[in-house]
């Protein structure tokens, strides 16, 4: 069965190819005229029924022309790319390209085109992700749709290059529109000029490699009341001064076995001679655990996708607010990231979540033990889950065992439907987000 | 209707382009009037300030229209004989009104397409938007833009340039009468929608040579073409031959006598046979019959331009007389394939498969019938008849044996059938005892096989024909029919070699199929007593079929439906002549939505804001606007891109109002939650806003 695959991708990549250079090389214009070449050609074979093969060779005429003129564009120029380091899935991205002319001649009508690197995934990546789409929608099934573009990294759009003067130099506005989070890499950028019946491109490249980190798209979530209330926290943390209610230590004491190396006073011990270590007020604040669920075997799943955006969504929410933040997932290995108030900000919080991946290989478990494990220092827990099967229900059961509230969102696909199971008692807090109308349920999250 | 003007979107035509396309269009097609008409209405657009408010749900219900009319305009031209129709054809089921080809249906079609589309042209021109929504024809926009999943603003597309290709294209569409004007037209239109997609940077005269470099190159493709067909055509019929599936021929019969090997025939079903008032079943259908054996090749010997076309009996378009004397007449329904291809009249051709004695054909949709004096008859009609033949035991529609020619015996056959002959001992026997001595002489030493072995081989001295008689003495239909009309021969009786069906297979009650397999050869013997030519088989029995195989079934079932589709195709079913009766229902509640719905929509506006606006625009139906206009009125207008707070501010500096300055900024504050808020109100504090400002405004009016 998998050996009609080889043939179905090498035809994906030969006629993604032919389409993405069509594309590019013609104008509007050109492809209505090659479209009508085709089909003037293919309606004119009978020639005695129809004179349409008279438009066929006049088209042809126009296009072979439109080739011989369009095929050459030796020009010299440099770029360079003014790159933000960031951008976001799903908004514009605004940035500039600084075109410099290294030739004499002056140009007129130029675009400018970016050349992002190849998003086409190698064959076992793609056989991946066809045979988990195959299981995924069922044949004959229209509700259940086939995503477009799986692979599709980003929308470019292509710009208007001002007159460039002799050893000239201009910078060129450009835009383009994320889709996905994580890096987006740039090969180069491409000067095109059209021929002169303005249907065909002649194309002058150069090689400009480049990447910008593509944040989580993320979706207003309205301020919440969150689980959970002030906890104690170790006084000696390193991040006291910033975090606690006190913004000092209170006193020096002796040492006492099990007093972490960190507090020793190291100035009282060299004057008393004996070991002294810093003594700190108790502090209380808030800090969450934001739990996030990577454990599927989608390759290219929609629904992690969308399970960042909505960590990334609370994590922006939580962060603004006077808490902490710990992000707790499971990929290669077990990952904590603190954030907020004076740690880390809401931005490195989320160039962590541009990067998650799906963790297909380690069973669930990994995380229950990863959240158990610090459960004691948190407040209260967001838990943003793929699915609500037994052992993310007894994860659930867990935290809510040891009096931590738990707030749960599972992303489910279009049209699913879920009983609360283990948060049958506190229906508030369980939420079930249908893949399409997560913006308009996370609105309504009180 | 909005009639303020509205700046164009997107690349327009040049002026008087899709006018100037549209009149060569009408010109080249035979629309001129038409062609005109759509013209100006199109190019009028550029003057009228005219504009409808059309939104995205009313361009996909006229797309829709449109579509549901290139369907109707299809099913219409398909069931009409006339190229563009009358509508009295769409009704009749007459042969030749219901004969029209695929590709006739479908040049009529294309030719009519600026006239389907135009509706929708016409509704991007004389929109307010100038463009239309990507999502009212695409499917995969619409669905993107329910679920929320676009990220990009809406997008429009303009379909003017698309038109002009359209109507170049339908301009096409229409026999060549080997001029060239459909040629210079499309250049000067082509040049006229070039010029403002010239590249700006290139000089006039460079884009000037170029062009005119380009048509020429075309000017000379186009002859380049008509050559190329002129040699294809040349090619064409011996290429044809071989490359369309085997026919029985009225002149020629290649037999496979002589091939080594095992023949294959197919279980496909070839034909279906019914026979009607409890009339008896034909055991053989005949396609053809030949005079003149040679070098395992049958032919008709002369006969083969002696067609006469059978003229159709009066007032009955359908029926037709072969043997105008016959009576007592048994009548069986017979559903064959046409598969041959007539350049006369430009449509299927084929031999009828035929009861011995058929007089008469009734029902048959066939455009012309041809009959030789060999009984072969030929039709050509739609590639699929349905027809009933009645035929009896009189006479046949075979001429009378021509003894020069009937009684022929190739010289390097004689030999072998001799010694045959001699081998039987029927010297003194009659014409009757000898054909029974031919028939038991093939039934007891012969055995049929289509397995034909090698050791013919060994034999190299003598025929094909002869090795089958003298040595390897088994063999299938054909070398038993070839076999026995050369014995009967040279018995001086006349015969003939006869091709075409057996009949043996029942399938439900009363039918009957034939199948490829079940092609047969067999002879006709002259009676001397009867005067006509009888049906003589020598073909010994167990002929050795294999048993069905289990794909049998599949392969009926699919010969069951191709029987179906090519009813339904050639008209021989009645559902072509209803379909369009169900389509005009569709097309009148299409055509009902797009006039009706939006007026429907405006006699109720209060149901329309409660569903639109707060989708849209959330917070417009506030009351405070209201006291805003009236505030406004004292003399202190919101100045362009004033805030409301600033404003009111302003306002209330007023002493007039002093008492009012609390209740207008808590009224403010409302306002601002339900314009702005994503919650928006609760339904007491919406009300309470409701209330209140009317309550400000009572006191605003005292």
Known sequence: MRLIYQPIYWTYRTVSSVWYWAQRRFTTAGLCVFGGFLVAGATGLDVESTVTYQSFAALLGLLLIAFAGGWKFRAQFSATRLLPRLGTAGQLLQYRVRVKNLGQSVYRGLTLLEDPADPRPPYAQWLEY???????????????????????RVKLKEAEVPPMLGLGEVDVTMNLVPLRRGILRFSGVTLARTDVFGLFRAFARVSVPQTVLILPRRYPVPPLALPGVLKYQEGGVALAANVGSSDEFVSLRDYRPGDPLRHIHWRSWARSGRPIVKE?????FVRHALILDTFTTEPQSERLEEAVSVAASFACTVLTQESLLDLLFVGPQSYRFTAGRGLAHADQMLEVLAAVGACPSRPFETLEHLVLNYVSLVSGCICVLLAWDEPRQQMVKKLRQLDVPTLVLVIVPPGTRLEPGVMQDEPGRFHVLEIGKIEAQLAKLK | MNTEPVPPTGRATPPGLLLATLVFWGWQSGWLWTGVAMGVILEAARFLPLRWELTQADFQRIWNFCFLLALAMGIYVFSTNDPGGGPAGALQASARKVSVSGLDTSMTLLRQLPVIWFLFVAAQFFSAGQAIPLAAISWIARRRQQQGTGMEPEKHINVAYPYFMLCLYSAGIHTNDGTHLYFYGLCGLLTWALWPLRARKAAIWVWCVLL???????YYGVHGIGQLEQFANNYNSQLLARLLQPQTSAEVSRTSIGKIGRLKLSNRILIRLEPLNGSPVPTYLREASYRKYYSQIWQT????????????????ENDW???????????????????????????????????????RLTDLPAFELKKNPLGAVLAAGPGLVIYQAHFGNGATMDEAPDTNVDLLVASNEVSAVDQVIAEMHVASATDREKMLAVQKFFASKFTYTLNIKNEMKAYTNSTPLGNFLLHQRSGYCEYFATATVLLLREMHIPARYAVGYLV???????RYVVRERDAHAWCLVWNSATKKWEDFDTTPAGMDNPAPSFTRPFQDAWSWLRFQFAKFWWSQGQFRKYALWLLIPVLGLSLYQILFRRKRKGRSPATASAKLVPVDWPGLDSEFYRLETRLAARGVPRLPGESLTHWLERVLVDPALTDLRQPLRELLRLHYQHRFDPQGLSPADRERLAREVKACLDKLNQ
């Open chain 2, 212 to 218: 005119a470099t380009a048509l020429t190159l075309g």
């Open chain 1, 280 to 284: 700190f007020e108790d502090e209380f």
């Open chain 2, 504 to 510: 043996h297979e029942r399938t439900g009650s009363q």
């Open chain 2, 301 to 316: 010997a002369g006969k083969s331009d002696e067609f006469q076309t059978v003229v159709n009996d009066v007032g009955q």
């Open chain 1, 130 to 152: 066809q045979l988990a789409e195959s299981r995924r929608v069922r044949p004959f099934r229209v509700a259940q749709r086939h995503r477009t573009h799986p692979f599709r």
């Open chain 2, 321 to 359: 007389s072969l043997l105008p004397a016959s009576t007592n007449l048994a009548t069986v329904q017979i559903a064959n394939y046409l598969t041959g291809w007539s350049k006369e009249s430009s449509s299927a051709q084929g031999l009828l498969p035929l009861p011995s004695g058929t007089a």
